[in-house]
């Protein structure tokens, strides 16, 4: 089993930057695929980007693409999401989510599950 506690949130105006970290338990994080999800008010958690086990394939959202990015450290046991150029429609509780096997954008493939950090954009 792993833990995922995850960090970084907080409120920025509109053009603005927030990195994202998620932490995990366990000696075993290099084998889990690690995804960030989010989930705004009144709407399903939607995929945001996926990392693969050494970090060298990455898979992103349409509506992020170019924007955000995502990263690991398998010695520090930490999966990041940098954000750049955030806008009012990135409001979200962000969650950070592991899994044994290949990437997927489909949250129910994900075994275990942060508790989420709150990010809003001001317009």
């Known amino acids: 089993q792993v833990q995922l506690v995850e960090s970084g949130g907080g409120l920025v105006q509109a053009g603005g930057s927030l990195r994202l970290s998620c932490a995990a338990s366990?000696?075993?994080?290099?084998?889990?695929?690690m995804g960030w999800f989010r989930q705004a008010p009144g709407k399903e958690r939607e995929f945001v980007a996926a990392?693969?086990?050494?970090?060298?394939?990455?898979y992103y959202a349409g509506s992020v693409e170019g924007r955000f990015t995502i990263s690991r450290d398998n010695a520090k046991n930490t999966v990041y999401l940098q954000m750049n150029s955030l806008k009012p429609e990135d409001t979200a509780v962000y969650y950070c989510?592991?899994?044994?096997?290949?990437?997927?954008?489909?949250?129910?493939?994900?075994?275990?599950w942060g508790q989420g950090t709150q990010v809003t954009v001001s317009s």
């Open positions: 990392i693969s086990l050494s970090g060298g394939n990455t």
């Open positions: 366990g000696r075993t994080f290099s084998s889990y695929v």
């Open positions: 989510a592991a899994r044994i096997a290949t990437i997927s954008r489909f949250p129910d493939d994900y075994n275990y």
